[in-house]
T-cell receptor
Framework: ETGVTQTPRHLVMGMTNKKSLKCEQH?????MYWYKQSAKKPLELMFV???????ENNSVPSRFSPECPNSSHLFLHLHTLQPEDSALYLC??????????????FGSGTRLTVV | EDQVTQSPEALRLQEGESSSLNCSYT??????LFWYRQDPGKGPEFLFT???AGEEKEKERLKATLTKKESFLHITAPKPEDSATYLC??????????????FGKGTKLSVKP
């Protein structure tokens, strides 16, 4: 257990479904991130929240919608996904977005399969 | 554009056979270079941060070094439990990706007994 908890661990959804991924950290960090990890590709940054405000949206399709209700929780709402969206979705947190002196602490990820 | 390239893509070693992984980078002013370890089905686990050329850090059988263009992760006398994917990432002072970690594709290390 790293201090960053992601649920669910596995998710299979149809292209017309709506689902949400949840991330929770109790490390006292003030920045949280969503990354997408696909086979043979580098981790792709999707969204950054610093002090509960979104500071980055890396040209992510609107079918992905993030929400950060407080500094401990982060959600990724999913709707009308495509098969190419199947991947491991990782949440991470750190203290101080612009410095990340101690690196990011990652959760174990949600393995998403779109059918 | 900030970029990270890791080599080799995959590395197979015998237990006790020392080797090095490479991370080459181009970045608009390096704030920090990070090494992570990732086991199958898990998120990356932080190993080291390096800030300036010439810096070195060690942890058990791992030693990370940094130059102005690349970083090496040296693995001395590896054991099967060192098998994992090792990720390198950089953080820039300036530019469009300022503050964000930019990752390489990783090196998958397999250590056979």
């Amino acid at each position: 257990e790293t201090g960053v908890t992601q649920t669910p661990r596995h998710l299979v959804m149809g292209m017309t479904n709506k689902k949400s991924l949840k991330c929770e950290q109790h490390l006292g960090h003030n920045a949280m991130y969503w990354y997408k990890q696909s086979a043979k590709k580098p981790l792709e940054l999707m969204f950054v929240y610093s002090l509960e405000e979104r500071v980055e949206n890396n040209s992510v399709p609107s079918r992905f919608s993030p929400e950060c209700p407080n500094s401990s929780h982060l959600f990724l709402h999913l709707h009308t996904l495509q098969p190419e969206d199947s991947a491991l979705y990782l949440c991470a947190s750190t203290q101080g977005h612009s410095t990340a002196v101690y690196g990011y602490t990652f959760g174990s990820g949600t393995r998403l399969t779109v059918v | 554009e900030d970029q990270v390239t890791q080599s080799p893509e995959a590395l197979r070693l015998q237990e006790g056979e020392s080797s090095s992984l490479n991370c080459s980078y181009t970045v608009s002013g390096l704030r920090g270079l990070f090494w992570y370890r990732q086991d199958p089905g898990k998120g990356p686990e932080f190993l080291f941060t390096l800030y300036s050329a010439g810096e070195e850090k060690e942890k058990e059988r791992l030693k990370a070094t940094l130059t102005k263009k690349e970083s090496f992760l040296h693995i001395t006398a590896p054991k099967p439990e060192d098998s994992a994917t090792y990720l390198c990432a950089v953080q820039a002072h300036y530019g469009g990706s300022q503050g964000n970690l930019i990752f390489g594709k990783g090196t998958k290390l397999s250590v056979k007994p």
